[in-house]
């Protein structure tokens, strides 16, 4: 992409261009309307006159500027980052802009979804065309003031001048501007004249959320709210058969006991009724009893006073079931071909040499910080939803079909999610508590507990991955890899993901067994495990062709010429100037005595990424040090949210491949709480070091990139510390048994 770029830009396809692209931007803006540096900023911004733009900016006479950010947050920075690029090329002071979060609008936004990674990739260039647009039609209408060419005008910093040097600002030409034609060609920015992107800009939350002002779905209240606590059956492939709501009623603050289920089964049977179109959709046909309350505490309590009984609908599975289901899969000849490069059984016959390892993950849960919840108020004339879900339009849109209602009818409002992880892409708490409003005709908030979010959510697969390699003259010459996972498999993208046209002969299969334990995205889906698995082994192929690691990687790269195959997903050129900046960050090969280092790179979510775990032994169990990180994303909106979320990442990564760990018996998880499910404590975090190449090419994801090659290269620095080989998640427990016994 070109550093400064003419666009066309018609006023038909203004708004919706602009949608499309950003997955949907609303911005509100104020700005100075004169160049004195003596001006203050206002106390109370939310007292300013703004005045409507169009349907993404309101300029006040004074000129600051608010932006609302479509696009929920998640804690991925977008609120931050998304603004910042509008704020760039409309020309304001970022000191002048407060920011705030939109509703959901199908109207003027599309893709109002966190996940994937993709919503500044998806804005880049609609963002910048809505700031472009809007600063030149402010132009254009100070120069009508001026009876001057629109030419003769520029504008920085929110203050348009002029060649006689006159100066108007932002706020003193809105309404004018605001009735314009939209201008067919805008030009956009030079990287270099950025003022805004590339530089550090704190989270527009930090102050709310470090002084605890309401943020999240959980602080949510409006007068005369209820609350609501769900009774859902104990384990997988049970249903409601009888209950007993005596205890509960007689207890202070129950308002009432009722059970939900009639519309989700209704909406379930429907005719209509097109999974792939609400693939967000996680409901069960069981009854479900309701306590309804008038706080958190007394639904809480009100749960617990319950007496149901359940029965088995369909059979209770155990992890035993799933692991030999896997197995079976990968024993079997029944798997879907992703992708078929030459001839591997030639390969494999004509090897030196064939390595094959089988690696395991377990099913996880996402464990947010802030347990499933939301607001429900149907009336008759509408429905309103609030609180913390990735995606709101899908949510909306089964709310609507659920209670059978116009869609005009249902209005959504986010609020940040205190944690999502893929999890509130799930709208199953949303639908509940839109039944339940719908019977009680109160506004009413649906609550969950920890026990309640990890005994009967939506878990990352058990998967397990079957991977061999050829070799003949000490060069990787054929790899077939073999996929077995509960419910689905790895999406459409990733059998083109390296190696993929890196070996000559190269095979991806899949197949899946079903289960009744929902499913759904985990951080940096199907890649958060396969990237360890390909990674580790990928360090056993480099020992048998007697080669660094690294050197392994960087001579099969040279094998792909980008764009030679339009299949191949990664850039080979990109992944090695990754790699090679995350060798000499991380003085590759030269550490001190008792330190290990283990390596791997990867790509996924449009990103490439290359990291250098370093290890120390304590106890004969690893111990995490430093984490050197190097990332291609593009241009770096915000160096301080990016490195943010790819320590978070890599801290995310090496958690959950050491530690986590989660089974079921009978249909039931064996962990509802943190005080068996181990997660990586503060003292076990390592210090992370990122650094980003630059380029000026459009920006990629980063929420989930820095989580896959985590694991991968803990497990190499941990085989270069010890020897041992770890083929499965969680580390800790092969290393406890190899360890005779330690404990963490």
Sequence with gaps: MKNQNKLTFSRRNFLRTSALASGGLLIGFNFLTSCEDAVAPPVDISKLNFKDFNAFIKIAENGYVTIFSPNPEIGQGVKTAMPMIIAEELDVPWDHVSVAQGALDTTNFTRQVAGGSQSIRFGWDALRQTGATAKQMLINA??????????????????????????????????????LEVPEDVTLKDTKDYKIIGKNAINVDAEKIITGKPLFGLDYKVEGMLYASVLRPPAFGQVLESYDATDAKSLPGVIDVITIGEKARNYLNKGDFNPSAHWSVRLSKTDKVVVIGKTTWDVIKGKKALKATWKNDSST???????????????????????????????FAEADKVIERTYESPFLPHNCMEPMNFFADVTDEKVHLVGPVQT????????????????????????RMGGGFGRRLYGDFVYEVAEIAAII?????????????????????????????????????????????????????????????????????????????????????????????EQSFFD??????????????????????????????????????AIKLAVEKSNWGNTKEGVHQGFSAYYSHNTHVAEVVDITLKNGLPMVEKVTVAVDCGIVVNPTGAKNQIEGGVIDGIGHAMYGDFSFENGKPKDVNFNT????RMKETPIVHTYFVENNLSPTGLG?????????????????????????????????????????
């Design 540 to 577: 056993e192929l480099a020992e048998a062709c007697e080669k660094d690691p690294v050197q392994l990687r960087l001579d099969l790269l040279k094998n792909v010429t980008d764009g030679e195959d339009p299949n191949i997903e990664y850039s080979a050129k990109r992944m090695t100037d």
């Design 677 to 680: 499910y181990r997660l990586i």
């Design 142 to 179: 100070a120069a009508i003031k001026w009876n001057v060419d629109a030419s003769t005008c520029s504008a920085s910093q929110g203050i348009i001048k002029n060649t006689n040097g006159d100066t108007l600002g932002y706020g003193d030409v809105v309404n004018e501007a605001a009735h």
């Design 704 to 744: 989930e990139p820095g989580l896959p090659p985590a694991g991968g290269a803990l497990a190499n620095a941990i085989k270069a510390a010890t020897g041992q080989i770890l083929t499965k998640q969680p580390f800790v427990n092969s290393l406890i048994k190899h360890d005779n016994g330690l404990k963490v």
């Design 392 to 415: 709101p339009e899908a949510a909306a849109n089964v709310v609507a079909s659920l209670l059978n209602r116009n869609l005009e009818d249902v209005h959504v409002d986010m609020t």
């Design 441 to 533: 005709k109160q506004p009413i908030k649906l609550i969950s507990t920890r026990e309640d979010d990890m005994s009967l959510g939506v878990y990352r697969p058990a998967i397990k991955y079957r991977i061999a390699a050829s070799i003949k003259d000490k060069k990787v010459t054929g790899y077939h890899l073999k996929e077995a996972a509960v419910n689905s498999n790895m999406y459409g993208l990733i059998p083109h993901f390296f190696p993929a046209g890196a070996i000559k002969n190269y095979k991806v299969e899949s197949g899946n067994y079903q289960s009744n334990i929902t499913t759904g995205a985990w951080r940096a889906p199907y890649t958060n495990f396969l990237a360890f698995a």
């Design 317 to 347: 599975e155990s992890t035993k079931t799933h692991d030999d289901e896997l197995v079976k899969i990968l024993d079997g000849k029944n798997l879907d071909i992703r992708r078929e490069d030459g001839n591997i059984k030639k390969a």
